[in-house]
């Protein structure tokens, strides 16, 4: 099945740092989702990428849709404590066949940010 | 807050049992999805209802089943528990857009927390 590597695992920073993390697949999607997860919390959907070389920002952060549809990277500008939580990449399909609207996520990257 | 609700918020059984899970997607969504969060296996996708019709299914156990009613709510039915089945279980939902090939953004719920003794 389709697997998703994303990196790093996990980042330590300082605050007011940027921070870059990217996942990479070895199948193609045609949607990229990136999400922050808080403990004990549901997913929060933070952009969506649908084009292939799409740049998207949302506040302080900026997701790009690669070229080769099998990957994307997500980079948080200026980063604060509130920022700390675990990142997830997902990918869809999303058109035909028997996968229809299923995300396939990363494996996470947990952000620490000290103030 | 998504607009996606799941009860129960912490559920605790013994191995054997069965427990229903319940959600509400956000209004106006017709499609809903089921994930399962655990720490060896991460995020999995189970299984898709679209209004009331199964759409797509993932790596999903034959002890573990889902509906959808008129009402678009949903219920993930896990029965003969394993220990492993301990995890995080989300619900999403998402519109389905004009064309009907595009699902877009899903949005999760809270999350039932399954601990299985």
């Known amino acids: 099945g389709q697997q998703l590597n994303q990196s790093p695992q996990s980042m330590f920073i300082q605050e007011g740092e940027d921070v870059s993390m990217n996942c990479t697949s070895s199948?193609?999607?045609?949607?990229w989702l990136w999400y922050k997860q808080d403990p004990g919390e549901g997913p929060v959907l933070l952009i969506a990428?649908?084009?292939?070389?799409e740049l998207t920002s949302n506040g302080r952060l900026t997701a790009q849709f690669g070229i080769t549809r099998k990957d994307s990277f997500l980079n948080i500008s200026a980063s604060i404590p509130s920022d700390v939580g675990i990142y997830f990449c997902?990918?869809?399909?999303?058109?035909?066949?028997?996968?229809?609207?299923?995300?396939?996520f990363g494996q996470g990257t947990i952000l620490t940010v000290h103030p | 807050d998504s607009g996606v609700t799941q009860t129960p918020k912490h559920l605790i059984t013994a191995t054997g049992q069965r427990v229903t899970l319940r959600c509400s997607p956000r209004?106006?969504?017709?499609?809903v999805y089921w994930y399962q969060q655990s720490l060896d296996q991460g995020l999995q996708f189970l299984i898709q209802?679209?209004?009331?019709?199964?759409?797509a299914k993932g790596n999903i156990l034959e002890r573990f089943s889902a509906q959808q009613f008129p009402d678009l709510h949903s219920e993930l039915n896990l029965s003969s528990l394993e220990l492993g089945d301990s995890a995080l279980y989300f619900c999403?939902?998402?519109?389905?857009?004009?064309?009907?090939?595009?699902?877009?953004?899903?949005?999760f719920g809270p999350g039932t927390r399954l601990t299985v003794l």
């Open positions: 199948s193609i999607f045609n949607t």
């Open positions: 990428l649908y084009k292939a070389g």
């Open positions: 209802y679209y209004n009331g019709e199964e759409r």
């Open positions: 999403a939902s998402s519109v389905v857009s004009q064309r009907g090939l595009s699902y877009n953004e899903q949005f």
């Open positions: 997902a990918g869809q399909l999303g058109a035909g066949g028997t996968s229809y609207g299923k995300l396939t």
């Open positions: 209004s106006g969504d017709l499609s």
